[in-house]
């Protein structure tokens, strides 16, 4: 008989910056209270928060993790702290929820920011659903971070299939 594991979700924390007083920003805090209310309605899944050091320290995934903390058990919680983009922290949840034998990734991001995640997971071939996370911010900074989208989802997509590609040859 073989022993087959439950079905295990993890639900992703995409970064956003942090403060130069090391605080998170309105998106970052928006991400974090939205994975706080994920976690408590998904009790059995784990949390990956996904995020390197950007312009200020410490690393963005550190900040969720931390303030996740104040209402997660630590050790439902998972560092990213590598990840530069939106394209490294797919390839890293991917291949830490393969390891996991997670069945499922729950995409916890701004709205305007999931199409392009789910894409990403998709081409890798990892199952991904979204977290709704209502728009934040003026309608002036969603024409801005809808723009950036429009740009950056080709970029990924070619940078993707490439790294794939990459990985097939290894």
Do not use: N, W
Not at 127 to 142: C, D, E, L, N
């Amino acid at each position: 008989m073989i022993d087959i594991p439950p079905s295990r979700r993890l639900i992703v924390v995409f970064g956003a910056a942090v403060r130069a007083d090391g605080s998170p920003s309105p998106t970052l805090e928006r991400r974090i209270a939205f994975a706080a209310a994920a976690a408590a309605r998904y009790t059995e899944a784990d949390l990956f928060c996904s995020g390197a050091i950007g312009r200020h320290g410490p690393s963005e995934a550190s900040v969720m993790a931390d303030r996740l903390a104040e209402t997660v058990d630590r050790s439902r919680i998972h560092l990213d702290e590598a990840s530069l983009d939106t394209l490294q922290s797919v390839i890293a949840a991917t291949r830490f929820a393969r390891a996991g034998h997670y069945a499922q990734c729950m995409i916890c991001t701004d709205g305007y920011h999931q199409p392009r995640i789910r894409m990403l997971f998709a081409m890798l071939g990892m199952p991904a659903s979204a977290i709704h996370v209502p728009h934040g911010g003026s309608r002036r900074y969603q024409i801005k971070m809808r723009a950036r989208e429009a740009a950056a989802i080709p970029y990924d997509l070619v940078a993707g299939v490439g790294a794939i590609l990459r990985r097939r040859r290894a």
